[in-house]
């Protein structure tokens, strides 16, 4: 197949999304696939129309030219109003499909699938709506409360009614404050006083204009993907300071990842099939990875979906997909197939 597999952006998660796209590339490329990497807004300042899927390809090169443009990223966005980078759109309308290997906004939030839904652009993932509805946390409490999926009690609240005491809303330290749509855990605090909080709340708010402050559930980490309505052995994560945040989640080491997790069968089956039932709530179709929490005494909270998880093959879905004898060039190619049956109606 032809494929553009798409990274990079303008999202706070655009080097974790290098990352995937080029481990990814080189999968699909293993597998024999014309696979080219394209950074959706930087683009690609000259193409060989008369071969733009080459049967030789520098997967490295392309992705050093995509890191060439980290320390210019910022006066780029202020200085572009268009949000396809040179190329990006001819190469992907002649691709038979597009890899998404995009993290954060701009990319995983709808607005992509939106806009290759309108072009007749075929593409790995969730379609735009269930997309839009995983982003923005505020909006899946709601839908996993709607439908019966357990999850922790919390409010979204904007900066020009933020609510500072915690009092008023029936909630007592500590708790969680996050931003509505990060990744990655980026703006993500918990937080044990009044101080702590005060300053979460300005930190999240300096991210985005919504936030969410939910109350703190001390338990395990559990991470269980979706792929095509089937549910992968769960994940448990250990990290080994603090919580599954930003560094612990790309610090080599800072994290001990189990996979199957060690645990009963019937937490297994439960979180499992929490897994599924979110990712129907969602409107999710392909693949999705939903994160859980469980208590000591074994109550499961959802935490939240990703519609885009990375796709290194240290990532958590290869080592699922591992767990059931999958490798991780074969991974890739059933996401591109599980994708494509949203195609075939």
């Known amino acids: 197949m032809k494929i553009v597999v798409l990274a990079g952006g303008t999202s706070s998660e655009r080097d974790v999304s290098i990352v995937t796209g080029t481990?990814?590339?080189k999968a699909l490329r293993e597998k024999k696939h014309q696979a080219v990497l394209v950074d959706v807004f930087c683009g690609i300042e000259s193409v060989d129309w008369e071969n733009p899927f080459p049967e030789e390809y520098d997967v490295d090169a392309a992705s050093e030219y995509m890191k060439s443009f980290g320390s210019q990223m910022e006066e780029l966005k202020a200085s572009r109003r268009a949000f396809w980078g040179p190329n990006v759109l001819e190469l992907c309308r002649l691709a038979d499909i597009v890899f998404l290997g995009l993290h954060g906004a701009n990319g995983e939030d709808g607005r992509v699938q939106a806009a290759f839904d309108l072009m007749g652009i075929k593409y790995t993932g969730a379609g735009h709506l269930g997309s839009a509805m995983a982003m923005d946390k505020g909006i899946t409490k709601q839908l996993f409360l709607m439908n019966g999926i357990p999850t922790p009690r919390g409010l979204v609240m904007t900066k020009d009614k933020a609510i500072r005491d915690l009092q008023m809303i029936m909630m007592e330290f500590p708790v969680v404050v996050k931003t509505c749509c990060g990744g990655s855990s980026i703006g993500v605090y918990i937080v044990n006083n009044q101080r702590e909080y005060e300053e979460a709340l300005d930190r999240a708010f300096s991210y985005e204009k919504k936030?969410?402050?939910?109350?703190?559930i001390r338990g395990t980490e559990?991470?269980?993907?979706?792929?095509?309505?089937?549910a992968y052995p769960v994940v448990e994560i250990v990290p080994l300071q603090g919580f599954y945040d930003y560094e612990n989640k790309y610090k080599a080491g800072a994290v001990k990842e189990i996979c199957p997790a060690p645990i009963s069968g019937e937490l297994t089956a439960r979180i499992q099939d929490f897994a599924r039932r979110s990712y129907q709530a969602l409107c999710l179709d392909g693949y999705a990875r939903?994160?859980?929490?469980?208590?000591e005494d074994e109550e499961v909270f959802c935490l939240e979906a990703n519609t885009l998880p990375g796709m290194t093959p240290t990532s958590l879905i290869p080592q699922e997909a591992a767990a059931i004898g999958m490798d991780y060039p074969t991974l890739c190619e059933k996401l591109i197939e599980v994708s494509m049956k949203k195609y075939e109606e």
């Open 23 to 25: 481990d990814v590339c």
């Open 211 to 216: 936030v969410i402050v939910e109350e703190c």
């Open 222 to 230: 559990y991470t269980a993907a979706v792929v095509d309505g089937e």
């Open 290 to 295: 939903m994160d859980f929490i469980v208590t």
